[in-house]
């Protein structure tokens, strides 16, 4: 079974700052995603990436295969980025059993 | 384009009493799943099915039951709610099984047992 990891737990940063959130895996994988979850509400998928880079406006996320290792970096933090990031992982063994899903990320961004 | 719903959003269940969490998506998925998600734990698979009339067991599915009798919807039945059911509920679906296969979520459904 995969294990997801992610760093840090909780994250405040000012208004404007460069956020970067990890995410490390155990076992190889076929796709990893990153999901945006606001307090009381449904989740999002912001990300599925499975090798190199892909960038969304200000959300930019990578993939290291052999490191087993994405980071999701926010350039320009603004206090609407507040939201639990969440890192997910599907695995490569060809079951249709879902997502692994890392514990998340609470980023608070003070204006 | 309504994408997963899911209903309710909030309920309050007394111990022992039975509901069911209703999950519906309008994108022809094949693919459908149930998640928990509890305090400072990753979302963890209840139930997920492939198809219509084929179900299966996740990682959690003590105290659950799912049907899935058209590729819309996938109900999720709690037959003798107990303390340990509290928790937000996820529904998800996505087209198929696959690397670049991107997952929908509704939004949630936060059940209390009192």
């Known amino acids: 079974k995969n294990e997801v990891e992610q760093s840090p737990q909780n994250l405040t940063a000012q208004e404007g700052e460069f956020i970067t959130i990890n995410c490390s895996y155990s076992?190889?994988?076929?796709?990893l995603h990153w999901l945006q979850q606001h307090p009381g509400g449904g989740i999002v998928s912001l990300f599925m990436?499975?090798?190199g880079k892909k960038k969304h406006g200000r959300l930019i996320a990578t993939i290291n295969i052999q490191e087993k290792h994405s980071s999701l970096h926010i350039t320009a933090s603004h206090p609407r980025d507040s939201a639990v990031y969440i890192c997910?992982?599907?695995?490569?063994?060809?079951?249709?059993?879902?997502?692994?899903f890392g514990k998340g990320t609470h980023l608070i961004i003070q204006p | 384009n309504a994408g997963v719903t899911q209903t309710p959003k909030f309920r309050i269940l007394k111990i022992g009493q039975s509901m069911t969490l209703q999950c519906a998506q309008d994108?022809?998925?094949?693919?459908m799943y149930w998640y928990r998600q509890d305090p400072g734990m990753g979302l963890k698979l209840i139930y997920y099915?492939?198809?219509?009339?084929?179900?299966d067991k996740g990682e959690v599915p003590n105290g659950y039951n799912v049907s899935r009798s058209t590729t819309e919807d996938f109900p999720l039945r709690l037959e003798l709610a107990a303390p340990s059911q509290t928790s937000v509920y996820f529904c998800?679906?996505?087209?198929?099984?696959?690397?670049?296969?991107?997952?929908?979520f509704g939004q949630g459904t936060r059940l209390t047992v009192v």
């Open positions: 998800a679906s996505s087209p198929r099984w696959a690397a670049n296969t991107e997952a929908f």
């Open positions: 076992v190889g994988i076929s796709a």
């Open positions: 990436l499975s090798s």
């Open positions: 997910a992982v599907r695995g490569s063994g060809g079951g249709a059993d879902g997502l692994t």
């Open positions: 994108m022809n998925h094949n693919y």
């Open positions: 099915s492939v198809g219509a009339g084929i179900t």
